[in-house]
T-cell receptor, first 112, second 113 residues
C-alpha cells in the first residue's frame, strides 16, 4: 500500500521560481526520502531526512519534516528547465532492509 | 560502478506469451526490490529479497507472476502467461546492508498486445 501522498499532483512554474511539493504519510517513520524521476528513467535519490531532524539542505533543495503532522515538504529554489521531472516521497518505517513505500509523485514542469 | 542493470529495456509481446525480466543489482548490495509503475496505480512493490531469500511477495498481483534470485548478482521476474493489463514499466532496485537509499535501474517498459 502507498503511504506517502504528494501534493499537488502536478505543478507548472516559470524558470527561476521556487517549487514546493508536499508529502503526507500515515504511520511512524524512521526516515523520509525524496526521489526524482526524469521521463523514461529510473528514480534517483535526492535527499534523506531522519525522523529526529526538522530541516535539511542540499544545494538548491530544502526538505522539512513535521512528524507531529506526518508531513514533509520539498522546496526547489531558483528552478531550472532541467528540474522538470516527477518527484516522489518515500517513507522508511523500520530502517534496515525493509522496502521504501512511495507516493504517486508530483509532476513538475519548469517552463523556460 | 555500473549501477543496477536491467534487461531488456523494452519488450513488446503478445498476450499469452511468457515474459522474463532480468536484473543485476549493485555489487555488494544484499536487498533487491521489484516494482511496477503505471499511471493509474503509481509505483507498486511486487516482491523483495534479502540475501537472495524472498521476504515479502504480497504485492505480486497473481500466480502468473514469479520471481527468483538464484544468486547475489542476478534476479528474474517472470510473467506467464502475459496479459495486456501487465503493460507497465518494471523497475528493479537494490540496497546495501547498512544503506538507507534504494538505487533504481532504468526499468523495463513492457507492452503486452
Amino acid at each position: 500500500s502507498q503511504q506517502g501522498e504528494e501534493d499537488p499532483q502536478a505543478l507548472s512554474i516559470q524558470e527561476g521560481e521556487n517549487a514546493t511539493m508536499n508529502c503526507s504519510y500515515k504511520t511512524s517513520i524512521n526516515n523520509l526520502q525524496w526521489y526524482r524521476q526524469n521521463s523514461g528513467r529510473g528514480l534517483v535519490h535526492l535527499i534523506l531526512i531522519r525522523s529526529n531532524e526538522r530541516e535539511k539542505h542540499s544545494g538548491r533543495l530544502r526538505v522539512t519534516l513535521d512528524t507531529s503532522k506526518k508531513s514533509s515538504s520539498l522546496l526547489i529554489t531558483a528552478s531550472r528547465a532541467a528540474d522538470t521531472a516527477s518527484y516522489f516521497c518515500a517513507t522508511d518505517a523500520w530502517g534496515g532492509n525493509t522496502p521504501l513505500v512511495f507516493g504517486k509523485g508530483t509532476r513538475l514542469s519548469v517552463i523556460a | 560502478d555500473a549501477g543496477v542493470i536491467q534487461s531488456p529495456r523494452h519488450e513488446v509481446t503478445e498476450m499469452g506469451q511468457e515474459v522474463t525480466l532480468r536484473c543485476k543489482p549493485i555489487s555488494g548490495h544484499n536487498s533487491l526490490f521489484w516494482y511496477r509503475q503505471t499511471m493509474m496505480r503509481g509505483l507498486e512493490l511486487l516482491i523483495y529479497f534479502n540475501n537472495n531469500v524472498p521476504i515479502d511477495d504480497s504485492g505480486m498481483p497473481e500466480d502468473r507472476f514469479s520471481a527468483k534470485m538464484p544468486n547475489a548478482s542476478f534476479s528474474t521476474l517472470k510473467i506467464q502467461p502475459s496479459e495486456p493489463r501487465d503493460s507497465a514499466v518494471y523497475f528493479c532496485a537494490s540496497r546495501g546492508t547498512t544503506g538507507e537509499t534504494q538505487y533504481f535501474g532504468p526499468g523495463t517498459r513492457l507492452l503486452v498486445l
